[in-house]
């Protein structure tokens, strides 16, 4: 095991507690997708390079994209004080 | 002798009675019972306001961990058992692994005939360069039909789950445009460049299944990102011109069941020792390796249109 694949793990030990610290559920999403990416460029260091773009795809953009949807859904997104201000105004 | 009864002698019989109640021509209490119309009920706000204060200060008592000792001892329980039962599991977890045999040597139950035949043996009997491919697509075919089927039983559970009616999803739609920023001249100038690109790597990465890492499940999931993409850039009326709700129902169902009609043919010709008409060409060709390159098509297919689907339906209910 390289270095790198040392330093690698670290964050990914790193992203996974900050994950379940994170107040912001925004955020929590974020660190998901880079736990993603990662964990995809760790598959390709294993030699599975399939795995890796499934990875890729699935874990760091499909998944974060339908999670950051529901959370437009249930109004868990919430934007800064003038664009609240702006979507009062236009209702 | 029967005679002949009038009608005012027939309306004070029994049966008369019975039959105008079965009939239900009678109320049996209307004029009979007395009466009054009722008056709505209708909370008296102040005695709300006065119920909503007691609850709220009955629950403030409750929660008061100060003074509540019960709830205070409920508490500290409550986190020492939670903490007791999570080193329980770890422990637990970390005894059963340490019973597994180590990586790498030469008894593993993992190190048997199998893996030894699909290494020595794959190329010649699937002629797929790629020997994942030859494993997930052929050998163990069934494996993969089953994973496609669970990808369309949830898009199908999704459907369930979140599909509006019309009145509903016209509604979704103007919220759509009003919270959706439309015509992102930055997300729509990176889209045109991007999502060609995207959708011809998917394209590579399914074609080349055989040959190299990669599949249909991975191609298919590449697609379906840059079919998100686009949407996202260009919004559902672009996308409604090639893909509706009607594309994805028969693209699923002609990949699933020409995936099940191929696989059942190969199982029986490989069950009954028969010679198959597939031919298996020359490895490292595009055109080779029999089933495997329609089998990834079908596959992939059947993904990059869950993937979209599921986008769609989590963001306007509906296609």
Redesign the interface.
Known sequence: MTAFQIILMGFLIICAISVSFSKNLLNSILIYMSFSLIMSILWVCLE???LA??EA??GA??TS??FF??L??IHAIEGSESEKKE?KE?E | MSKKRSQEEYQKTFSFRFFRWFNGEKDPYLGEVEMHPQEEYQLDPQAALRYEKEHDAILDKVYDLERNKTMQLFHKLYHATSILFCLFLIALLLVTISYLPATGTIDRPVNNEVAKRYIENGLEETGAVNIVAGMILDYRAFDTLGESHVLFVATVTVLILLRLNKTQKSDAEINDRRFEPKNDTILQLVATFLVPIIIIFGIYIILNGHLGPGGGFSGGAVIGAGLVLYLNAFGFAKTERFFTEKTYKWVCFFSLSFYCLAKSYSFYTGANQLHSVIPKGTPGAILSSGLILPLNIAVGLVVACTIYAFYAMFRKGGF
């Open positions: 599975s390079p399939d773009i499934t795809a699935v953009g499909i994209v339908l949807v529901t437009k859904k979507a236009n």
